[in-house]
């Protein structure tokens, strides 16, 4: 069952309204700039409110190594916002960046729009007129005792926070925790011991090793371990992502915290003494190949930056309360940092190497070179008119009503470390993935429509832990923030509720203007367009590293062997043509690619090699190769062909780009 702990009715005060719009969005992740975004772009008058200073939560906020999964999913505006990336390199996309670079190309939108920002508000209660939210009231969030309240009275309303909540104190249902395997048929929701992210056996849990009565080590809990795949309310482990850099000039040394205590992180010392591993990639996930020489580190091992079982009381909690609960999360990451570059106990040879890094000088300059925002794995998520779930994940159930893609594995980070037959364990640790990008239904945004009628959450979207733990991606709540922001407009226009908008028109609007600019959509023909495609030759379908749902390969380029798409120009001009290069082994690596690209005019040929790198932006990789830009008719006379007898080696065809210049 879902929870319903805050009273819609509640009211602090009477406000003093400060907006009276056409849509309110609340949170200033970036989902939320980009719900706002696009309701602007729509005609609306809108308001977004940040409750902190800082616009695009993690993507701003430290995540500098986007979680993809698949390409293919990232559509609309947030592919653009990656595009943006891109050209600020040099380069077509750019899914590695520094925090710095992630907020000026963010902040674009909010100054091509002239986005009304209320910064430093937090929500503290919701009015409504039966199942329609008439306004909200918000206070300071720096100082709120005292403050005075303010309120916003709009036609739509977007939840665009990590926490949920506006939908919260709407009295709209939702789930926290974990499901019950048992309660939507699924195996991998509920209690996970698994071995990823583990202690090695033998790790003693107490403060005097092998003596229970002197109480157990920081940060174990006293509860015991349930059967796999059992309910609770345990949340995934937060963490911040850190920026560091190796360059001196630009390098702040890791200092000790004021309220440091190395016992918090006595297991790590333990652990590393029962392995012998003294390998600084082993204990922290470092995002090689940033750019600027700067890295995004995650937790990786047994004990890293997730500071597991300390979020626990987060979701429910008042404002109060959580602002000390995320001051613990930066105390304890800095300390964590001060100790492994400096602690005795720890070997020096793993010392030396963390002490290589430190944090940028020129990243989050006004934050003391930390990151702004706590990563908010998991908090409320709403229960919908329809709750996605492993099946959707996986394939085994689909959606009519799509109107974004997820990709990325099923991800939850440990939820709680414990004593298990004498050792200590972490707990809550899940990476399932294999399976191709798959719909997210527009009901998973929408509450039940007798709890409301204009509310609409993207980023606390209807679903099950483990489903949330592949659809909680960036660039995915930025495609379903778009998303809400033309239904939200939508279903202004037709007087209706969010729950009777014509999710077909929206998906129209979203395909025909994904920038919502006016400008010429780009045009995508995939292997698996077979209206657009021709091939001769032995080809075989393969999965892995592609573009969409697969892949073709041909083991050997030979004359009489090629592979054509064809795609369908609706207005004639001149394009920029991209080839997918789709990562292979060493083995079936092209040693040349020839390239026709057959038009009235002529054959254009473009002959190169393919790079073979281990990963290129974040997937393992696979990129687009610009093949240049030229003029395409009307119509579907054109053709981009693999030529087998120019080329020499294994061949694959993916997809090709074009993007109208």
């Given at each position: 069952?879902?929870?319903?702990?805050?009273?819609?009715?509640?009211?602090?005060?009477?406000?003093?309204?400060?907006?009276?719009?056409?849509?309110?969005?609340?949170?200033?992740?970036?989902?939320?700039?980009?719900?706002?975004?696009?309701?602007?772009?729509?005609?609306?008058?809108?308001?977004?409110?940040?409750?902190?200073?800082?616009?695009?939560?993690?993507?701003?906020?430290?995540?500098?190594?986007?979680?993809?999964?698949?390409?293919?999913?990232?559509?609309?505006?947030?592919?653009?916002?990656?595009?943006?990336?891109?050209?600020?390199?040099?380069?077509?996309?750019?899914?590695?960046?520094?925090?710095?670079?992630?907020?000026?190309?963010?902040?674009?939108?909010?100054?091509?729009?002239?986005?009304?920002?209320?910064?430093?508000?937090?929500?503290?209660?919701?009015?409504?007129?039966?199942?329609?939210?008439?306004?909200?009231?918000?206070?300071?969030?720096?100082?709120?005792?005292?403050?005075?309240?303010?309120?916003?009275?709009?036609?739509?309303?977007?939840?665009?926070?990590?926490?949920?909540?506006?939908?919260?104190?709407?009295?709209?249902?939702?789930?926290?925790?974990?499901?019950?395997?048992?309660?939507?048929?699924?195996?991998?929701?509920?209690?996970?011991?698994?071995?990823?992210?583990?202690?090695?056996?033998?790790?003693?849990?107490?403060?005097?090793?092998g003596d229970p009565s002197s109480?157990?080590?920081?940060?174990?809990?006293?509860?015991?371990?349930?059967?796999?795949?059992?309910?609770?309310?345990?949340?995934?482990?937060?963490?911040?992502?850190?920026?560091?850099?190796?360059?001196?000039?630009?390098?702040?040394?890791?200092?000790?915290?004021?309220?440091?205590?190395?016992?918090?992180?006595?297991?790590?010392?333990?652990?590393?003494?029962?392995?012998?591993?003294?390998?600084?990639?082993?204990?922290?996930?470092?995002?090689?190949?940033?750019?600027?020489?700067?890295?995004?580190?995650?937790?990786?091992?047994?004990?890293?930056?997730?500071?597991?079982?300390?979020?626990?009381?987060?979701?429910?909690?008042?404002?109060?309360?959580?602002?000390?609960?995320?001051?613990?999360?930066?105390?304890?990451?800095?300390?964590?940092?001060?100790?492994?570059?400096?602690?005795?106990?720890?070997?020096?040879?793993?010392?030396?190497?963390?002490?290589?890094?430190?944090?940028?000088?020129?990243?989050?300059?006004?934050?003391?070179?930390?990151?702004?925002?706590?990563?908010?794995?998991?908090?409320?998520?709403?229960?919908?008119?329809?709750?996605?779930?492993?099946?959707?994940?996986?394939?085994?159930?689909?959606?009519?009503?799509?109107?974004?893609?997820?990709a990325y594995g099923m991800d939850?980070?440990?939820?709680?470390?414990?004593?298990?037959?004498?050792?200590?364990?972490?707990?809550?640790?899940?990476?399932?993935?294999?399976?191709?990008?798959?719909?997210?239904?527009?009901?998973?945004?929408?509450?039940?429509?007798?709890?409301?009628?204009?509310?609409?959450?993207?980023?606390?979207?209807?679903?099950?832990?483990?489903?949330?733990?592949?659809?909680?991606?960036?660039?995915?709540?930025?495609?379903?923030?778009?998303?809400?922001?033309?239904?939200?407009?939508?279903?202004?226009?037709?007087?209706?509720?969010?729950?009777?908008?014509?999710?077909?028109?929206?998906?129209?609007?979203?395909?025909?203007?994904?920038?919502?600019?006016?400008?010429?959509?780009?045009?995508?023909?995939?292997?698996?367009?077979?209206?657009?495609i021709k091939r001769r030759g032995?080809?075989?379908?393969?999965?892995?590293?592609?573009?969409?749902?697969?892949?073709?390969?041909?083991?050997?380029?030979?004359?009489?062997?090629?592979?054509?798409?064809?795609?369908?120009?609706?207005?004639?001009?001149?394009?920029?043509?991209?080839?997918?290069?789709?990562?292979?082994?060493?083995?079936?690596?092209?040693?040349?690619?020839?390239?026709?690209?057959?038009?009235?005019?002529?054959?254009?040929?473009?002959?190169?090699?393919?790079?073979?790198?281990?990963?290129?932006?974040?997937?393992?990789?696979?990129?687009?190769?610009?093949?240049?830009?030229?003029?395409?008719?009307?119509?579907?006379?054109?053709?981009?062909?693999?030529?087998?007898?120019?080329?020499?080696?294994?061949?694959?065809?993916?997809?090709?780009?074009?993007?109208?210049?």
């Amino acid at each position: 069952m879902g929870a319903m702990l805050f009273n819609a009715c509640q009211v602090a005060s009477t406000p003093e309204y400060v907006r009276d719009v056409d849509v309110c969005v609340y949170g200033g992740t970036a989902g939320g700039v980009m719900a706002a975004y696009s309701a602007r772009m729509m005609g609306k008058s809108v308001v977004l409110v940040a409750p902190g200073k800082y616009l695009g939560g993690l993507t701003t906020g430290g995540l500098g190594r986007t979680d993809i999964g698949n390409k293919y999913a990232v559509t609309g505006l947030s592919r653009d916002f990656y595009r943006r990336i891109g050209k600020h390199y040099g380069e077509f996309e750019g899914w590695f960046f520094p925090p710095s670079v992630a907020t000026t190309t963010l902040h674009h939108y909010v100054d091509k729009a002239g986005l009304d920002v209320i910064y430093q508000k937090q929500v503290v209660s919701v009015a409504k007129d039966g199942a329609r939210i008439t306004s909200v009231t918000l206070e300071d969030s720096q100082s709120p005792a005292g403050s005075a309240h303010v309120g916003i009275k709009a036609k739509q309303f977007i939840d665009c926070s990590y926490e949920g909540d506006l939908m919260a104190r709407a009295g709209v249902s939702y789930f926290t925790g974990r499901e019950d395997n048992r309660q939507f048929d699924e195996t991998l929701n509920g209690v996970q011991l698994l071995d990823q992210h583990q202690f090695p056996d033998g790790v003693d849990p107490y403060v005097k090793e092998g003596d229970p009565s002197s109480g157990l080590l920081w940060g174990i809990s006293t509860a015991s371990v349930q059967p796999n795949g059992t309910g609770d309310k345990s949340l995934q482990a937060y963490n911040f992502r850190l920026c560091l850099t190796d360059i001196p000039e630009n390098r702040v040394p890791f200092r000790k915290p004021d309220d440091y205590d190395p016992a918090k992180y006595t297991l790590l010392a333990r652990a590393m003494k029962k392995t012998g591993n003294t390998d600084m990639n082993h204990y922290l996930l470092f995002a090689w190949g940033m750019p600027d020489r700067k890295i995004d580190v995650n937790n990786r091992g047994p004990l890293s930056t997730d500071m597991i079982g300390a979020n626990h009381d987060y979701v429910e909690a008042d404002y109060a309360t959580r602002a000390r609960i995320w001051k613990e999360h930066e105390d304890y990451t800095k300390g964590l940092m001060y100790f492994m570059a400096n602690d005795e106990s720890l070997p020096e040879a793993f010392r030396a190497q963390v002490r290589v890094w430190g944090w940028a000088k020129d990243e989050f300059v006004d934050n003391d070179h930390f990151p702004h925002q706590l990563y908010i794995r998991e908090a409320r998520r709403l229960n919908g008119e329809y709750v996605m779930t492993q099946h959707n994940c996986q394939g085994d159930e689909t959606v009519g009503d799509v109107i974004g893609l997820a990709a990325y594995g099923m991800d939850s980070h440990n939820c709680q470390r414990l004593v298990v037959d004498g050792m200590v364990k972490n707990e809550g640790d899940v990476q399932f993935g294999g399976f191709p990008p798959y719909p997210i239904a527009y009901r998973s945004l929408t509450p039940k429509r007798e709890e409301c009628t204009n509310l609409l959450v993207p980023v606390c979207v209807s679903s099950t832990h483990i489903a949330f733990g592949s659809i909680r991606m960036e660039p995915v709540f930025m495609v379903l923030g778009q998303s809400a922001g033309v239904a939200a407009c939508m279903a202004i226009d037709d007087n209706a509720s969010v729950q009777q908008v014509d999710v077909v028109k929206l998906r129209k609007k979203l395909a025909d203007d994904p920038l919502l600019d006016g400008s010429v959509p780009e045009i995508l023909v995939d292997d698996t367009n077979i209206d657009n495609i021709k091939r001769r030759g032995n080809w075989y379908k393969r999965i892995g590293n592609n573009y969409k749902l697969s892949y073709m390969f041909c083991p050997e380029a030979k004359e009489g062997v090629s592979f054509s798409f064809i795609p369908h120009v609706k207005k004639a001009g001149r394009y920029r043509v991209y080839f997918y290069c789709t990562a292979q082994s060493q083995a079936d690596t092209p040693q040349r690619v020839a390239i026709d690209i057959e038009m009235a005019t002529g054959v254009y040929e473009v002959v190169f090699e393919p790079q073979r790198i281990e990963e290129k932006d974040g997937q393992s990789g696979s990129y687009w190769k610009d093949l240049g830009a030229y003029d395409f008719p009307e119509g579907q006379t054109a053709s981009i062909t693999v030529n087998g007898g120019k080329s020499v080696g294994p061949l694959f065809a993916d997809a090709v780009l074009l993007v109208k210049e």
